[in-house]
């Protein structure tokens, strides 16, 4: 007959592990490990539940009621992220030095209807939030980085960071969309798109190149051009890539 081990246990702290089995950081705390172990727990990422091994030829086994499974999140909902906490951080434009950077450029004037027309975030500690917005609206997640006012150039000390991990949202499952996606409208619909790789340039490109609807990719870890969401939005349209030097493969 075979005894029970003692029953597993969920760490409250879901953080003290750097990374899920299945591959994917835990920054955001999605992996949650049992108490005991790193390597085992459940990851609300990918759904999947990883268990130490045991040895049933020595008679032992663990009491599996006290595993709590929640079933795969569904491909088709995304989280969002609340409207009123999106619309809150489109102020305080004076204390975001990724806005002062542009008025060094542009002027009052058109640095307002730039970071109108991206919907441009302030959050706090002087950092700026690139929010990522379908066309219907939708706020899908915000980007958080930290820019030098005078070289507009992004802090290399820290690492970008997204609203929803900042905020703690439970469970929140990420999907991402192209930076400025909100702009493919059926209005817009006869503009060429170009698509490069930063936020940043895809909005100074579009104070100089009005005749383009200018999006950015984010980098290597943003939505990607080939998912098959990118390619509904980008399906009918004239695109350009602008690819940084050494990523045109």
Request: proline share 7%; charged share 20%; net charge positive.
């Amino acid at each position: 007959m075979l005894q029970e081990l003692p029953p597993l246990k969920l760490d409250k702290n879901r953080r003290r592990v750097a990374e899920c089995p299945c591959g994917k950081s835990n920054k955001d705390g999605k992996f949650t490990p049992y108490v005991g172990h790193d390597c085992y727990g459940y990851c609300h990422a990918c759904g999947d539940t990883f268990l130490p091994p045991i040895n049933r030829e020595e008679g032992y086994d663990y009491h599996m009621p006290a595993i709590q499974q929640r079933p795969k999140p569904s491909e088709a909902s995304p989280s969002l992220i609340p409207h009123d906490l999106f619309k809150a951080t489109l102020k305080s434009y004076e204390g975001n030095p990724f806005a002062t950077f542009l008025e060094s450029l542009f002027g009052v004037v058109l640095t307002a209807k730039l970071l109108l027309t991206y919907r441009v975030g302030s959050a706090k500690g002087g950092k700026t939030i690139f929010w990522q917005i379908t066309p219907k609206g939708e706020v899908r997640a915000g980007k958080i980085m930290r820019y030098d006012p005078v070289t507009g150039k992004r802090s290399k000390t820290e690492h970008p960071n997204w609203v929803h991990s900042v905020m703690d949202l439970t469970d929140f499952k990420l999907k991402q969309v192209l930076f400025g996606s909100h702009l493919l409208t059926p209005a817009s619909q006869g503009k060429t798109i170009a698509i490069v790789e930063s936020e940043k340039t895809a909005i100074l490109a579009s104070a100089y190149l009005h005749n383009y609807i200018w999006l950015a990719t984010g980098g290597s870890n943003g939505p990607g051009l080939t998912s098959k969401e990118t390619l509904e939005l980008l399906k009918g349209r004239k695109v350009i890539l602008f690819p940084d030097v050494g990523a045109y493969a």
